[in-house]
């Protein structure tokens, strides 16, 4: 978030144009971010934890991955979106938790071992409802409409 800020701020009386000599190495920065993020979740997990609150884990589980992803098809079809839409849509609503939730709910005294419980959990699950969800929503765009 501070640096979100303080980009802004260099923008805003424009001296992003004098540290031009530094974007190779902030990009690489920003490229490394994620995967930074990701190696802090697997830090973090405790699998004898995941049992301690599994109401809460199934039920954020079961909502990015199956609720996520139906609202999305009932958005579809109130907006008869073309294939290739619908896929981009479903998909995107079919995507596991980021590990940047596992920070933020870190950085921000949230209950950080929850959240890296939902992202193990979601992406390990997401291996599998990805391609049903994809096939699902092709099946379904790709029908002729009723007459």
């Given at each position: 978030?501070?640096?979100?800020?303080?980009?802004?701020?260099?923008?805003?009386?424009?001296?992003?144009?004098?540290?031009?000599?530094?974007?190779?190495?902030?990009?690489?920065?920003?490229?490394?971010?994620?995967?930074?993020?990701?190696?802090?979740?697997?830090?973090?997990?405790?699998?004898?934890?995941?049992?301690?609150?599994?109401?809460?884990?199934?039920?954020?589980?079961?909502?990015?991955?199956?609720?996520?992803?139906?609202?999305?098809?009932?958005?579809?079809?109130?907006?008869?979106?073309?294939?290739?839409?619908?896929v981009l849509v479903v998909g995107a609503a079919?995507?596991?938790?980021?590990?940047?939730?596992?920070?933020?709910?870190?950085?921000?005294?949230?209950?950080?071992?929850?959240?890296?419980?939902?992202?193990?959990?979601?992406?390990?699950?997401?291996?599998?409802?990805?391609?049903?969800?994809?096939?699902?929503?092709l099946g379904l765009v790709q029908q002729p409409p009723l007459a």
């Amino acid at each position: 978030m501070l640096a979100s800020i303080i980009y802004l701020a260099a923008n805003l009386i424009r001296f992003s144009k004098f540290i031009w000599p530094l974007a190779p190495a902030l990009d690489r920065v920003g490229h490394a971010a994620m995967p930074i993020a990701l190696i802090s979740v697997v830090a973090a997990l405790r699998l004898d934890g995941l049992k301690n609150r599994p109401q809460p884990l199934a039920l954020s589980t079961a909502y990015k991955l199956v609720m996520a992803p139906l609202i999305m098809l009932g958005v579809i079809s109130v907006f008869g979106l073309n294939p290739f839409a619908s896929v981009l849509v479903v998909g995107a609503a079919t995507m596991h938790s980021t590990p940047a939730s596992y920070v933020l709910a870190r950085e921000l005294d949230g209950d950080a071992p929850l959240m890296a419980g939902i992202v193990t959990l979601t992406t390990l699950l997401a291996l599998v409802t990805i391609p049903l969800w994809q096939t699902l929503t092709l099946g379904l765009v790709q029908q002729p409409p009723l007459a």
